[in-house]
């Protein structure tokens, strides 16, 4: 129902006016709707898929800021707990700084939209996609991408899009399409692609040692089912959509700088042939301030900083199309050299220090109790995660002075690949009960660092004793192509990363692939490059397991002496509160006195961790003197508790309590419990004489009192 009203002019209005297309995606519906929500955005799309909701909205500015030097795009994810039906947790109760899983689907709607937009457009730009519904099925993230795409289309911004997205399992041999939340246990992959209607643009995803063929046919398969998304959005633009707006011709002052920076092109050459990176950035660092204008103004010196690093750019990818050397001197598929060390941090559980070239990453790994997991809270509820992967990039690892402690986005993100790479290889909790952090810190960067992260990481776990399923190795690969002509680079610089066409990281085994991240700067590119690049980076990766192999070649078969020990023991299951204790103060004193972690799980089955073997043996001894059952005719000293008229309770053998009946005090006959003259607290004899109708049954009967010695 429509409340309709008459503006100043008396034309009818309404409040609303949604415009909608649908499409069958699979087995569900895809609904995109516009025109109900957040109407004084650029532009805005509620994408249902099921009972999932995703709302994107897209703001721009109408011009670019004096001096902005880059494109200032901001993308930001969120979820509702209210989308789920939760109360969030935390002592505010609402939703904080975003979650780590906020964060990374942030970047995965940033990466295929980001080289969209044309080179020259610099007005501020900020999509947020907000979840206000989620079914516990039809995950959202990939929802996310979609709405945002159709956002932007519809908003007039001049966007190259739209884009579509998919998500593409791997089931009993066959893709599957918008895998569920419930398939997450049955698939050997979960890949996210996403492009226009002409090419991939971003991939990202985790494979269970997968061969090269099969990742590529799920990146084919994915690309075209999102085919009809895209035309879905061309629909809804057709319709409702903004007019494009125009992008303002280069500023004549540019123009005239660019024509002045031309006579430095060879300078720019000969610090491109330079092989050492800082030396390099600093020769061409004084090739900019060389072509300042005297006196320039801030807004000269953006322009000039960026017409240096086009003519960079042009330079570096002319000489790779000319089949001439790299910057360092190699050719298209080799390899840095690479130096690898293990056992170098005598206190961490496993380390090691994986150099490759100018790109060092030195890793540890800890390895912790149940209680040391991550208590991950979110949508899909409350779970522990048991490995934990954190990625560090200090700034002296580039040279430079900057912000240092809480990590960015990109950080996030990295540690996020290597985590994925790694997840594939690990043993069961039922093989190997402990929490795993690996922590990489980046001591040096001059490409692809999350890669060496990935082979660090993998040296530490097999330093560290974890019986990997096999050692994994990551390499990025690039891509520089103008036209009809390309190459492909294998372990590509920082440089190389920075003005090429492509980021193309592969990690896997000598099986197969474990993690695929691609990033594509161009429109697109075509699935025969895909498919070279995934070969000639198979070669690299090979190589560079080779490598790693002659160091360590599977997991050492005893752990570190300093990593924690776990044992196990099962107690009756109607013992647990006694060995808990009141508001936990009996475990939790256990733990403090012998300093160890101890989990209980409702069948009654206790995990001690400790560092210490005698710490553990020691809470052990703690529960076995709580949990022990008494000796079917054994003599124990006990304590009265109680005195009623049939008879005295007393506590016996830890936490026990029974009665002695009247008739079993002395053995004769007694008229009254005064006669047996107890006092409550007062030390006695018992023997334990069983159980009747769930009462534990005591005697004095025939012991002495001062010996505890029955007599014959």
Same mark, same amino acid.
């Given at each position: 129902?429509?409340?309709?009203?008459?503006?100043?002019?008396?034309?009818?209005?309404?409040?609303?006016?949604?415009?909608?297309?649908?499409?069958?995606?699979?087995?569900?519906?895809?609904?995109?709707?516009?025109?109900?929500?957040?109407?004084?955005?650029?532009?805005?799309?509620?994408?249902?898929?099921?009972?999932?909701?995703?709302?994107?909205?897209?703001?721009?500015?109408?011009?670019?800021?004096?001096?902005?030097?880059?494109?200032?795009?901001?993308?930001?994810?969120?979820?509702?707990?209210?989308?789920?039906?939760?109360?969030?947790?935390?002592?505010?109760?609402?939703?904080?700084?975003?979650?780590?899983?906020?964060? /990374?689907?942030?970047?995965?709607?940033?990466?295929?939209?980001?080289?969209?937009?044309?080179?020259?457009?610099?007005?501020?730009?900020?999509?947020?996609?907000?979840?206000?519904?989620?079914?516990?099925?039809?995950?959202?993230?990939?929802?996310?991408? &979609?709405?945002?795409?159709?956002?932007?289309?519809?908003?007039?911004?001049?966007?190259? +899009?739209?884009?579509?997205?998919?998500?593409?399992?791997?089931?009993?041999?066959?893709?599957?399409? $918008?895998?569920?939340?419930?398939?997450?246990?049955?698939?050997?992959?979960?890949?996210?692609?996403?492009?226009?209607?002409?090419?991939?643009?971003?991939?990202?995803?985790?494979?269970?040692?997968?061969?090269?063929?099969?990742?590529?046919?799920?990146?084919?398969?994915?690309?075209?089912?999102?085919?009809?998304? &895209?035309?879905?959005?061309?629909?809804?633009?057709?319709?409702?959509?903004?007019? @494009?707006?125009?992008?303002?011709?280069? #500023?004549?002052?540019?123009?005239?700088?660019?024509?002045?920076?031309?006579?430095?092109?060879?300078?720019?050459?000969?610090?491109?042939?330079?092989?050492?990176?800082?030396?390099?950035?600093?020769?061409?660092?004084?090739?900019?301030?060389?072509?300042?204008?005297?006196?320039?103004?801030?807004?000269?010196?953006?322009?000039?900083?960026?017409?240096?690093?086009?003519?960079?750019?042009?330079?570096?990818?002319?000489?790779?199309?000319?089949?001439?050397?790299?910057?360092?001197?190699?050719?298209?598929?080799?390899?840095?050299?690479?130096?690898?060390?293990?056992?170098?941090?005598?206190?961490?559980?496993?380390?090691?220090?994986?150099?490759?070239?100018?790109?060092?990453?030195?890793?540890?790994? %800890?390895?912790?109790?149940?209680?040391?997991?991550?208590?991950?809270?979110?949508?899909?509820?409350?779970?522990?995660?048991?490995? !934990?992967?954190?990625?560090?990039?200090?700034?002296?690892?580039? +040279?430079?002075?900057?912000?240092?402690?809480?990590?960015?986005?990109?950080?996030?993100?990295?540690?996020?690949?290597?985590?994925?790479?790694?997840?594939?290889?690990?043993?069961?909790?039922?093989?190997?009960?402990?929490?795993?952090?690996?922590?990489?810190?980046?001591?040096?960067? $001059?490409?692809?660092?999350?890669?060496?992260?990935?082979?660090?990481? %993998?040296?530490?776990?097999?330093? +560290?004793?974890?019986?990997?399923?096999?050692?994994?190795?990551?390499?990025?690969?690039?891509?520089?192509?103008?036209? #009809?002509?390309?190459?492909? !680079?294998?372990?590509?610089?920082?440089?190389?990363?920075?003005?090429?066409?492509?980021?193309?990281?592969?990690?896997?085994?000598?099986?197969?692939?474990?993690?695929?991240?691609?990033?594509?700067?161009?429109?697109?590119?075509?699935?025969?490059?895909?498919?070279?690049?995934?070969?000639?980076?198979?070669?690299?990766?090979?190589?560079?397991?080779?490598?790693?192999?002659?160091?360590?070649?599977?997991?050492?078969?005893?752990?570190?002496?300093?990593?924690?020990?776990?044992?196990?023991?099962?107690?009756?299951? #109607?013992?647990?509160?006694?060995?808990?204790?009141?508001? +936990?103060?009996?475990?939790?004193?256990?733990?403090?006195?012998?300093?160890?972690? &101890?989990?209980?799980?409702?069948?009654?089955?206790?995990?001690?961790?400790?560092?210490?073997?005698?710490?553990?043996?020691?809470?052990?001894?703690?529960?076995?003197?709580?949990?022990?059952?008494?000796?079917?005719?054994?003599?124990?000293?006990?304590?009265?508790?109680?005195?009623?008229?049939?008879?005295?309770?007393?506590?016996?053998?830890?936490?026990?309590?029974? /009665?002695?009946?009247?008739?079993?005090?002395?053995?004769?006959?007694?008229?009254?419990?005064?006669?047996?003259?107890?006092?409550?607290?007062? @030390?006695?004899?018992?023997?334990?004489?069983?159980?009747?109708?769930?009462?534990?049954?005591?005697?004095?009967?025939?012991?002495?009192?001062?010996?505890?010695?029955?007599?014959?």
């Amino acid at each position: 129902m429509f409340n309709i009203f008459k503006n100043k002019k008396g034309n009818e209005m309404k409040l609303n006016n949604p415009q909608r297309v649908e499409i069958k995606w699979g087995d569900e519906t895809l609904v995109l709707e516009t025109g109900r929500f957040a109407k004084q955005a650029t532009g805005a799309v509620m994408a249902t898929l099921g009972e999932t909701m995703v709302l994107a909205t897209v703001v721009a500015a109408k011009d670019a800021k004096p001096g902005q030097g880059f494109f200032p795009l901001t993308v930001d994810y969120q979820e509702k707990m209210a989308a789920a039906g939760k109360i969030p947790g935390g002592f505010e109760r609402r939703e904080g700084k975003p979650s780590l899983g906020e964060v /990374l689907t942030g970047r995965l709607i940033d990466r295929p939209i980001r080289p969209l937009f044309p080179e020259g457009f610099m007005n501020e730009v900020q999509i947020i996609a907000t979840v206000f519904a989620y079914d516990k099925k039809n995950r959202p993230d990939v929802l996310a991408v &979609i709405a945002s795409s159709a956002a932007l289309a519809l908003s007039g911004v001049p966007f190259q +899009g739209p884009i579509g997205a998919a998500r593409v399992g791997y089931i009993d041999g066959k893709y599957v399409m $918008n895998t569920y939340v419930q398939d997450k246990a049955n698939t050997a992959l979960d890949l996210v692609v996403a492009g226009t209607k002409d090419g991939v643009l971003m991939v990202e995803s985790e494979a269970h040692e997968l061969p090269e063929d099969v990742m590529l046919g799920a990146v084919q398969a994915g690309f075209e089912h999102f085919q009809p998304v &895209i035309k879905a959005i061309d629909e809804l633009v057709a319709k409702c959509g903004k007019a @494009k707006w125009a992008v303002a011709p280069r #500023d004549p002052g540019y123009v005239a700088l660019e024509k002045e920076c031309a006579k430095f092109e060879g300078q720019i050459a000969a610090a491109l042939g330079i092989a050492e990176k800082m030396e390099r950035l600093d020769a061409l660092a004084a090739v900019v301030n060389e072509a300042n204008p005297a006196e320039a103004t801030d807004q000269q010196k953006v322009w000039v900083s960026e017409i240096i690093d086009g003519m960079t750019a042009k330079v570096l990818r002319g000489d790779i199309l000319a089949d001439k050397p790299r910057i360092d001197g190699r050719d298209t598929k080799t390899v840095r050299p690479i130096e690898v060390e293990v056992g170098l941090l005598p206190r961490s559980h496993g380390s090691s220090l994986f150099t490759r070239g100018e790109t060092q990453a030195i890793v540890s790994l %800890t390895l912790g109790g149940g209680m040391d997991a991550k208590l991950i809270d979110d949508m899909d509820g409350k779970r522990d995660e048991r490995f !934990l992967l954190n990625y560090n990039f200090p700034p002296f690892s580039v +040279g430079e002075v900057g912000r240092f402690g809480v990590p960015k986005r990109r950080e996030l993100g990295h540690g996020n690949l290597a985590w994925r790479a790694l997840n594939p290889v690990l043993p069961l909790q039922s093989d190997f009960d402990f929490t795993i952090r690996l922590i990489s810190d980046i001591l040096e960067s $001059n490409g692809s660092s999350s890669m060496a992260t990935v082979c660090g990481a %993998t040296l530490a776990l097999m330093d +560290g004793g974890v019986p990997v399923k096999a050692p994994v190795a990551g390499i990025a690969m690039g891509l520089i192509k103008e036209g #009809d002509k390309y190459a492909i !680079l294998t372990d590509i610089l920082g440089d190389e990363d920075h003005l090429g066409d492509m980021d193309f990281k592969v990690a896997g085994t000598d099986k197969g692939v474990t993690a695929l991240q691609m990033d594509i700067k161009i429109t697109s590119i075509t699935f025969e490059i895909m498919k070279k690049a995934l070969a000639q980076a198979k070669d690299g990766r090979m190589h560079i397991l080779g490598v790693m192999k002659d160091v360590i070649k599977t997991p050492r078969k005893e752990m570190s002496k300093y990593a924690p020990q776990t044992l196990t023991m099962q107690i009756n299951p #109607d013992k647990i509160r006694e060995v808990i204790g009141k508001g +936990g103060s009996v475990i939790q004193g256990i733990t403090k006195e012998t300093n160890t972690q &101890i989990d209980i799980d409702d069948s009654g089955l206790i995990k001690i961790t400790a560092t210490d073997v005698d710490n553990a043996n020691a809470a052990i001894a703690r529960i076995k003197g709580i949990v022990a059952e008494p000796e079917m005719n054994k003599i124990y000293e006990g304590t009265v508790s109680g005195i009623k008229d049939f008879g005295a309770f007393v506590k016996f053998f830890g936490s026990n309590e029974g /009665l002695v009946h009247i008739s079993e005090v002395t053995g004769e006959r007694l008229k009254s419990m005064d006669e047996a003259k107890l006092k409550e607290g007062q @030390k006695v004899f018992v023997k334990y004489v069983g159980m009747d109708r769930g009462k534990t049954r005591l005697s004095m009967k025939g012991i002495d009192q001062k010996t505890g010695v029955e007599k014959k």
